[in-house]
């Protein structure tokens, strides 16, 4: 069943979902022959986050329904922090149901997800637009072109970028397959809520909970792109119902946030908008309210007069959606202003919204006399076939084997496995001598045992050390090779847990980075010969214990992230655990010799509550599902 231009239903015939099936094999067809070799090996790129998503799905672990800390990075955070979870599930789970190794899973899993987009996109169009043959079409160009190209090109203009294999570049070269897999499920956002809004029956509304849970858990674009996605459709559905499908849309969009919430905590989202606006996304100013009034007043606009020139409200929502997604990376390029983070990266939804407009070529096509319109068809398959050669070679040609044992990202982390844990600091001051005395600071302040430089002639992709030889005579050198080199930082002891006076904690938060007065005081109690020795060991994801000696006026510094989920006890008796200026735990234990604490993890209130809202509504969705499914049995 689905739903015309009119918005009457119309019920699916026997030979129209035949060809919409061929359509549907052949679709996959052309994008595992392109990218097949993905589901078999991993080619690694050292440029890319890949291998962040593959340690995830690697150590991850995890219960949906209770909090986990994950302690491998930036001092340690709640699981649910580190990443939307879709992309490193699916690679763990792929994984384990087919014994290979979690690199070849996580790219078996960006096979999937970069064959997925074009079946999605054709399965709503069609379903939608019931042109399944223009559908396809549409598919295809989304699958063999990069139309963005020609409007907000990547380097300079050139028509050839048009046929760039770029899909299938960012998902393999780059890190873009979560951000990819929440593209490939808003079809089904957009064709479930449509539904929803035009039907107004259970199923439909389950299913559009489902997706757009799904599609924000893949990404963080995806809240972004269902939000623009639910405008759209609902200024062109039913607008005498504006009200009422606002509030089902409300209500379907508030059960989706229960179902993910806990990757969608009120902290998580202040985390991510403080490190959007703080990174390489770039911060809101006052040029972004030009950004978003252009935007507002293009759409609007375009909402306005679109009625004039067709009733059709599937066109009117592709030609809104478009501007809606196009107009972000249009006026970041040529105006260089933005309202959203990383606008460049909606390049791919401009991909996929101008092929999606494609489908609205058939009332062009059938005005062209018949033997014109053969050729011009024989034209189009001749350079779809074309493409898929060309992308087919540049596929091989990215995906060729390769030996990670012998790139240096994998020996360096190799050697800091066997040996120690390494992490860095950048850049510390204009002088070698200022950037060497600021970056040991920081690296003791916060337990570093070891630091890895990468010089100039160095083949690991990002060079971002201002001063890479800033340790050399500095710091003792514990491994190197082809200009990659691991220093050894100066630690009275391992342990991630120091007895200090309370007067050496860092009490501010540093001003900027070579504000280091208090860290160095803290590092200098550190460095501390006279004070007691700490055991510390982790028991567990959740739990940590700690043995010392401890005096009246002394604190346990513990150099893990701070987070209210953590609760300590000293010798059985509950004690506070405070925030240093660094972030990290520190706590009176109110001990007079042998002390014996233990931290516990369990989330704290927000991410509990979270949890168990996420398990109600998981709940009541499969119930409402079934209702949904098998309610009308009932009356047949």
Known sequence: MSVNEAGVAEPLRV??????????????????????????????????MQGFWIAIARTGGGGWFHSEWWRYWDGGSPLEFIYAPLVPAMSAWVAAVRGVPHDIAFQSVSGFIYCLGPVTLFVMAWLLMRAPGYAFAAAVFYSLTAPAQLIVPDASFSIQHLWDARRFYLM???????????????????????????????????????AIAACALASDFGPVLTAMASVCLLFVLRRQDYARNLLMTAGVGLFSYATCSPFLSPANIAAVRE?????????????????????????????????????????????????????????????????????????????????????????????????????????LIALAGEQIVTERKFAKAVLAPFDVTQTIEYRTATWAREHLAAEGLYNGGDTVEQDARVSIAWLKAFGTGAIAISGPKS??????????????????????????????????????????????????????????????????????????????????????????????????????????????????????????????????????????????????????????????????????????????????
């Open 275 to 379: 490190a959007s606006a703080g990174g390489a996304g770039g911060s809101w100013n006052v040029g972004s309210f030009t950004a978003l009034a252009i935007t507002a007043g293009g759409w609007v606009l375009l909402w306005r007069y679109l009625p004039r020139w067709t009733r059709d409200w599937r066109l009117q929502f592709c030609a809104l959606f478009a501007w809606l997604t196009g107009s972000v990376p249009l006026i970041a390029f040529y105006l260089n202003r933005q309202f959203l983070p990383q606008p460049g990266r909606y390049k791919v939804e401009m991909d996929f919204s101008l092929a999606l407009l494609a489908v609205f070529a058939r009332p062009l096509l059938v005005r062209i006399p018949r033997p014109l319109r053969a050729c011009l068809i024989f034209l």
């Open 172 to 210: 393999t070269v780059w890190d873009e397959t979560p951000h990819m897999a929440a593209l490939a499920v808003l079809p089904l956002v957009i064709l479930f809520l449509s539904l929803s809004i035009q039907k107004r029956r259970p199923v439909y509304y389950a299913a559009t909970t489902a």
């Open 459 to 636: 083949q690991e992709a990002w060079k971002a050390f201002a001063h890479p030889t800033k340790f050399d005579g500095r710091l003792p050198v514990l491994w190197s090779a082809d200009d990659v080199t691991i220093y050894r930082v100066p630690l009275r002891t391992e342990s991630f847990a120091h007895v200090v006076p309370e007067s050496a904690l860092v009490r501010h938060a540093p001003r900027s980075r070579t504000d280091t007065g208090e860290a160095e005081t803290y590092v200098a109690a550190l460095d501390n010969e006279l004070l007691p020795a700490v055991e510390f060991r982790w028991e567990g994801k959740n739990r940590i214990h700690i043995r010392t000696r401890a005096w009246p006026g002394q604190a346990v510094s513990i150099q893990v992230t701070h987070h209210p989920g953590w609760h300590a006890k000293a010798n059985g008796a509950v004690r506070q655990i405070k925030a240093d200026g660094l972030g990290l735990m520190w706590l009176q234990p109110e001990c007079s010799g042998p002390c014996d604490v233990q931290l516990e993890y369990d989330g704290g209130a927000e991410l509990r509550i979270c949890h168990v809202l996420s398990a109600s509504a998981l709940v009541a969705l499969a119930i409402f599902f079934g209702w949904g499914v098998f309610r009308p049995m009932r009356y047949r």
């Open 15 to 48: 030979p129209e979902a035949i060809r919409a099936v061929v359509y549907a094999a052949l679709l996959v067809w052309l994008n595992v022959y392109v990218c097949r070799e993905m589901f078999v090996r991993y080619t690694p790129h050292m440029n890319s």
